[in-house]
Each structure stands twice: as C-alpha cells, then as structure tokens.
C-alpha cells in the first residue's frame, strides 16, 4: 500500500518586528521649517517601516527653561505640531521624556563611563556657554549623557535627526561603546539618518534655522507671521540690482524652493537669468509655504483646542514603553551589579 503524501503546506512567516528608531525634540515653543526639512519628515516617513519612538525632551529643555507653566505649555505645542505634521499615534510612539523617568536613571549610569572631556568638548556645551553665561548649569554638560540614554534605553539602531546633531549622536556612540565595552554588549551604536536637508540654514542665509538664534520661519504660525519672515530672508548678497543676474547655488530662498513645488529648475533659471527679481522668489516661496503648511495649521489649531486629547496620546505613548525601558533598566542594573 502506498501513502499519499499530501503536499506540505507553505511555512507561514511569522511578521517580523519592524527595527526600530529613535528621536527626541525639545519643546521649544514653536516648529521652524528647519525641524520640519531637517527632521521631521524623516519621521514622518519611517513611521510607516519603523517600529519610531518619538520624545519631547522636556528633561533637555531644563537646562534652558525654568518657568513651569512654559515648560507645560509648550511641551503640549510640541506635541499638537508633531501631530499636525503627520506623527499618527496608531504608526508611532509619541511620549514626553519626563514620563519615563527610567532615561534619567539610566543617564546617571552612563555618566560613571563617560570621561567629563568628551562633554567639555561638545560644540553645543562650548556654544550654550556663550549664549547663556549667567546660567551654565550641569545639565548642559551632561545633555550628551541624557541623549545618549534616550537613545540606548529602546536599543533603537538609527536616529533621525539634522546635522547638527551629529556630534551628539558621535558622542551617543561612544558612550554605549565604553559602556559595552566595561559591562559586556548590551546597546547598538546608533546612527544617524538625514534628509535631503540635513542644514537648513536661517533667513539671514549664513547660520543654522535656529529659535534660539531668531532667524526662523515658523511653519504653523500665521500666514501673516510666515510672510513677514520669508520676505525677511537674505538672498544672494552680490545681487543689487534687479537687472543682476542672481546665483542661485549660494539664494538660501532659490535652495528652499526645492521643497516646496516641481519647477526648481524653472526657478533657478528665472535668477540666473534675471528674468525674476528676488522678491519674487520670496512672494512666491512663501505663498507656498503658507499653503504647504495650511493642513497641519488648521489641525494644530483643532488639536489645542482639544488639550485632553494630546495629554491622552501622550500618556498612552509614556505606557506602552514602560516594559521596554523596565526590561533595559533591569538588564543594565544586573549587569552593573546593582541587584
Ligand atoms: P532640537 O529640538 O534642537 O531639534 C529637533 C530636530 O530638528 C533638527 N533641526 C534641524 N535640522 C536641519 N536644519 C536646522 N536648521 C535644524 N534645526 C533643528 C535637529 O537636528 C533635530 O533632529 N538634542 C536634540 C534633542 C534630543 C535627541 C535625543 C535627538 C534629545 N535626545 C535623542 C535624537 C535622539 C535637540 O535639541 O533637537
């Protein structure tokens, strides 16, 4: 008698887990077009592929901001703009960093492998000692430490960030590497991901778009506020005369137009061969702007009018991670000989 095989059903894959991401932003108040090109977009984006985890800092914004009722308020703002942007809480993991107090914790742990010289050569610590000297508190030093553990808590691999987070982020490496290296491999290095925009440069078109500078333009103001601050940008400085041929590689308004329309070749051309003048390029970029962002302003209003339910999210996303951080914390303390 023979036996009939009956063919073998095809192996059923289990899902695989998604790798994970990281990012933190402080809450600063308002969202520049500099967030938004150099960062948020790419979190955006990989929401969708990634399993992202996305922080407001407010424990980093300590080390600047010391009024309560700000540091409330403007923690919920960061919060409603990153949602008005496209954060969905059902794709990602949105949470205040504050309320997962296992960052801190795990901070104070990596401080005890980090030689006090990596901090004090931080561009960012040498930077903020000389825009706040009346108040250069340890927090500053050690805001490294804290990204760091923000970071390893969730073991996520890649980081999506501006430039002008990569000396952070390389700092953030080689403090899981020391650590790894005194306790055994317990972190991934992260990485860091850019966009096409890694530096998005300010409206005086020379430094980084940057609050604490005041040459922002800020995305979900009014289209009032917004115009004002684009027809406030520098342009190519060699270019007097309207009848000047302009250079549009080193216009940080002719650059900005690549994110906003299909035509940049078209625009680009228009200024070089003075066939539009300057202030047309800004009336235009900033109607852009201004309808770009009409969506998410309309939702960052409905959302604070609705503060209950950006305190849910919130409070939601601080839960759901709680086993992740407590299973981190519980690994690292064994590790470290504290049980
Ligand atoms: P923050 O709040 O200064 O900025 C948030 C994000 O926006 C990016 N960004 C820019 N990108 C391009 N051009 C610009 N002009 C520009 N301005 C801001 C920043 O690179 C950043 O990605 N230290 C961080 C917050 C942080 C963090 C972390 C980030 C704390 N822990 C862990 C990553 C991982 C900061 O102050 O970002």
């Not at 960061?78 to 997962?100: I, K, Y």
């Not at 899981?176 to 306790?183: E, K, L, P, Q, T």
Request: hydrophobic fraction near 40%; charge should be negative.
């Amino acid at each position: 008698m023979t036996t009939e095989l009956l063919p073998s059903p095809a192996p059923v894959e289990a899902p695989q887990p998604r790798p994970r991401i990281f990012s933190g932003i402080q809450p600063s108040g308002i969202v520049h077009l500099g967030n938004d090109l150099g960062a948020i977009r790419n979190y955006v984006m990989l929401q969708w592929e990634y399993e992202a985890i996305y922080c407001i800092v407010d424990y980093h914004a300590l080390t600047s901001t010391h009024d309560p009722a700000v540091m409330r308020q403007r923690t919920r703002e960061m919060a409603a703009s990153l949602l008005a942007l496209g954060l969905d809480p059902e794709r990602c993991t949105l949470f205040v960093q504050s309320h997962r107090p296992e960052h801190a914790e795990l901070m104070w742990l990596l401080t005890t492998v980090t030689p006090v010289s990596w901090l004090e050569r931080t561009p960012t610590y040498k930077e903020k000692k000389q825009n706040q000297p009346d108040d250069i508190n340890h927090g500053l030093l050690t805001y490294p430490v804290l990204q760091a553990a923000d970071i390893a808590i969730y073991k996520a691999g890649l980081v999506p960030v501006g430039k002008d987070q990569a000396a952070h982020l390389e700092i953030s490496r080689e403090i899981v590497r020391a650590f790894n290296n005194r306790y055994g491999v317990t972190f991934p290095e992260a990485e860091a991901v850019y966009t096409e925009a890694p530096v998005v440069l300010g409206t005086d078109g020379v430094r980084k778009m940057s609050k604490s500078v005041g040459n922002t333009i800020e995305i979900l103001g009014s289209p009032d506020e917004i115009c004002k601050q684009v027809m406030s940008m520098v342009t190519d400085t060699k270019r007097i005369l309207r009848t000047d041929p302009g250079r549009p590689e080193v216009c940080n308004v002719c650059q900005m137009h690549r994110f906003f329309g299909d035509d940049w070749e078209e625009i680009q051309d228009g200024e070089r061969t003075a066939r539009t003048g300057c202030v047309d390029t800004k009336k235009l970029l900033a109607a852009r702007i201004i309808e770009h962002y009409a969506p998410a302003r309309e939702r960052y209003a409905e959302l604070m009018a609705h503060p209950a339910e950006i305190d849910g999210i919130l409070e939601a996303g601080a839960d759901r991670l709680k086993p992740l951080a407590q299973a981190t914390m519980d690994e690292v303390r064994t590790k470290m000989g504290l049980r």
